[in-house]
């Protein structure tokens, strides 16, 4: 079966969050929904690229809400810039309150992407994890495979004590996203990306990194693991390794995709994992 391109959002809403409302889209099915999948996208981009994922889980009979992380896209802040990762924990939160009203007492599923899997792995290993019935991660930013020069790292490190949202380029290329062209030139006109990394959104997301491998074993609810083996930014050995420190973890090693799974020239496949994962909670309709 073909991938089933984008869906436009039901509607636009303002999700309440501490640090200021964030911009969300919302996605229904026809028909009540089965359950509700909350959806955090990557570092430097946004939730309007998840629309054909979407697609994906409106025509399992889900209802979906993406978000905007703050520094994103349409929700506000300094673009990139954060001062302490447990505002993209307050943040997830509040996004996890929403996406539960779309779907009350059904199941709630969270996936996340690169950072936006950072974000998830981080809240549910945390000391208050959402109650979820499942999540799905993607290309988990648990650690950098792209090689940083050194001396890019030592002044992150000196810029995120004296000058936080001192950004650097963050020497992302569109061709280590995916295999896809057509996906490649959509990330390049895309106004609401943006190619820099802030110092202290650095040195927070490495501690977070940290926490994660040190904690995955809290991590209750079952997880399904779609890793790109040639992903050349997030780095998949790192991926494996938390994964097996994670109780009912299911690991995908999709080999030859790069970073950027559901936008590859395969994603079909890895949409037919996301709702195999969906139908694995007992929940999709038939």
């Known amino acids: 079966m073909p991938a089933p391109g984008p869906l436009d ?43 054909e994922v979407a697609h994906v889980l409106v025509d399992a009979g889900w209802a979906a809400l993406t978000y905007d992380v703050r520094g994103h896209g349409q929700s506000p802040g300094a673009r990139g810039a954060i001062d302490r990762f447990d505002t993209y924990l307050d943040d997830f939160a509040a996004a996890v309150t929403a996406a539960k009203e779309l779907a009350p007492g059904k199941p709630l599923v969270l996936l996340g992407h690169s950072h936006g899997s950072l974000i998830t792995l981080r809240a549910l290993c945390g000391d208050r994890p959402p109650e979820a019935t499942a999540a799905i991660v993607s290309s988990p930013f648990l650690g950098l495979r792209l090689k940083v020069p050194g001396y890019k790292l030592v002044m992150a490190r000196v810029a995120s004590r004296v000058a936080p949202n001192f950004a650097q380029p963050n020497a992302l290329r569109v061709e280590d996203l995916t295999h896809d062209v057509a996906m490649q030139a959509a990330r390049t006109a895309d106004k609401l990306c943006f190619d820099v990394a802030t110092a202290r959104w650095f040195t927070e997301s490495k501690s977070a990194q940290d926490y994660v491998i040190a904690h995955a074993s809290r991590i209750t609810v079952p997880t399904t693991w779609l890793v790109g083996g040639d992903d050349p930014i997030a780095d998949p050995s790192r ?35 996301v709702t195999k994962t969906l139908a694995a909670c007992g929940m999709t309709r038939a």
């Open 9 to 51: 959002p039901t509607k636009t809403i303002s999700i309440p969050a501490p640090a200021g409302a964030l911009y969300g889209e919302v996605f229904l099915p026809k028909q009540p929904p089965v359950g509700v999948v909350l959806v955090t996208h990557g570092y430097a981009e946004h939730c309007g690229r998840y629309h």
């Open 239 to 273: 991926s494996r390794k938390v994964a097996s420190l994670v109780p009912s973890a299911q690991y995908h090693d999709l080999a030859g995709l790069r970073h950027e799974v559901f936008n590859e020239t395969d994603r079909a496949k890895v949409f037919q994992e």
